[in-house]
């Protein structure tokens, strides 16, 4: 009955290593969305992604970023070559089909980039 | 490009008091308009949700007013009390939800 698991809850990266979050999604939740949090700026979307497919990614920064979901294991999210203004929270969010019905989020990711 | 508008961006409410928080949204595609409420270190957790279909939707102390003609939608939260002190999103979706930037609410004990 568990709901999505996030790890880790904290992340701390010096400029330029990658960093690499996980989601797990809620069983039977075949639909996976990443969101960043900054400060004052809310959630913004990232990417959408179902089993081995990625949906819609017109959220994430078209560099460094990348994303997937296999067909076994958790949804990764990953980072190549932090920078500091990466520094943020990240979330990920299941929901069982499409629409934003359903949705259940994480309690996510806060990574620090040094 | 900011489809969802929210404000105030931060508001302050006596203990018992009606607190209100106002969206606009541009897509006419949104078909889903949720409300979330955010505690610090938490992830956002669904509060209430209304499809353009209804103009009002109520659920205990919390209810949303739907104007699908001027495209803005609000969240009321009647009798508001110190434990209602949190961020909330308000939010549209067609495939994917998109957030507003969060208004933080404290209530005055």
């Known amino acids: 009955n568990a709901g999505v698991m996030q790890n880790p809850r904290h992340l701390v990266r010096r400029r330029g290593q990658e960093a690499r979050l996980r989601c797990s999604p809620v069983?039977?939740?075949?639909?996976v969305y990443w969101y960043r949090q900054l400060p004052e700026e809310g959630l913004k979307f990232m990417v959408y992604?179902?089993?081995?497919?990625?949906?819609?990614e017109s959220g994430m920064p078209k560099e460094r970023f990348s994303a997937e979901f296999p067909k076994e294991g958790p949804s990764i999210l990953r980072i190549q070559q932090v920078v500091r203004g990466d520094s943020a929270a990240y979330f990920c969010?299941?929901?069982?089909?499409?629409?934003?019905?359903?949705?259940?989020f994480g309690s996510g990711t806060r990574l620090t980039v040094v | 490009q900011q489809q969802v508008k929210q404000s105030p961006q931060s508001l302050i409410v006596q203990k018992g008091g009606i607190s209100i928080i106002n969206c606009a949204y541009e897509?006419?595609?949104?078909?889903?308009f949720p409300w979330y409420q955010q505690f610090p270190g938490k992830g956002p957790a669904l509060l209430i949700a209304?499809?353009?279909?209804?103009s009002e939707k109520k659920e205990g102390r919390f209810t949303i007013s739907f104007n699908k003609s001027a495209k803005q939608f609000s969240l009321h939260i009647m009798d508001s009390q110190p434990g209602d002190s949190a961020t909330y999103f308000c939010?549209?979706?067609?495939?994917?939800?998109?957030f507003g930037k969060g208004t933080r609410l404290h209530i005055l004990p």
């Open positions: 969010a299941s929901s069982p089909g499409q629409g934003g019905y359903g949705y259940t």
């Open positions: 069983k039977g939740h075949s639909h």
């Open positions: 992604l179902q089993k081995e497919n990625i949906i819609d």
């Open positions: 897509n006419t595609a949104f078909d889903y």
């Open positions: 209304i499809r353009p279909d209804v």
């Open positions: 939010a549209a979706s067609n495939d994917k939800i998109i």
